[in-house]
């Protein structure tokens, strides 16, 4: 059963996990479960990144993104510093309940990026031609 701590439910069976209305996120090997940022308006695609159970638990409580930096492993409040809080509209799971999809707004400049980019994913991929590394090309828009 959800308590104050962990908001949600241990894992059920799958009907219950594909077809139940309790949240039973699955997390991976290392505790983390995928998150994705859009903005609640555009649908844009913010940002990708993790929550641990604690990082979620604090999100559905302040109704503020929280997530866990696997690179300095620690929590991380989304623009505590940089005062680009991400306000949570709705969160989305997916069928399986292992990837969430939250639907923010964003404070300060708007942008979400640590480069200072609206959003993370600002280069597309393309073949080269005739083999090679692939190039990254700046998108417009």
């Keep these: 059963m959800p308590s104050a701590e962990q908001p949600f439910a241990p894992r059920g069976s ?3 996990v594909e077809e139940g209305d309790l949240f039973m996120p699955k997390f991976d090997a290392a505790g983390l479960i995928t998150a994705v940022a859009v903005d609640a308006g555009s649908g844009e695609v913010l940002m990708v990144a993790h929550m641990n159970a604690d990082a979620l638990a604090r999100t ?3 109704g503020q993104a929280w ?3 696997r690179s300095r492993a ?3 409040l989304k623009g505590a510093t940089s005062g680009q809080i991400q306000t949570i509209v709705d969160i989305r799971v997916d069928c399986d309940q292992d990837c969430l999809l939250l639907r923010v707004t964003v404070g300060g400049d708007g942008g979400c990026c640590h480069t200072g980019r609206r959003a993370c994913f600002y280069r597309r991929v393309e073949a080269a031609p005739g083999g090679g590394p692939a190039r990254l090309l700046p998108v417009h828009g």
């Design 14 to 16: 799958r009907v219950e």
């Design 60 to 62: 559905l409580e302040s």
């Design 67 to 69: 997530y866990w930096s």
């Design 74 to 76: 620690e929590l991380w």
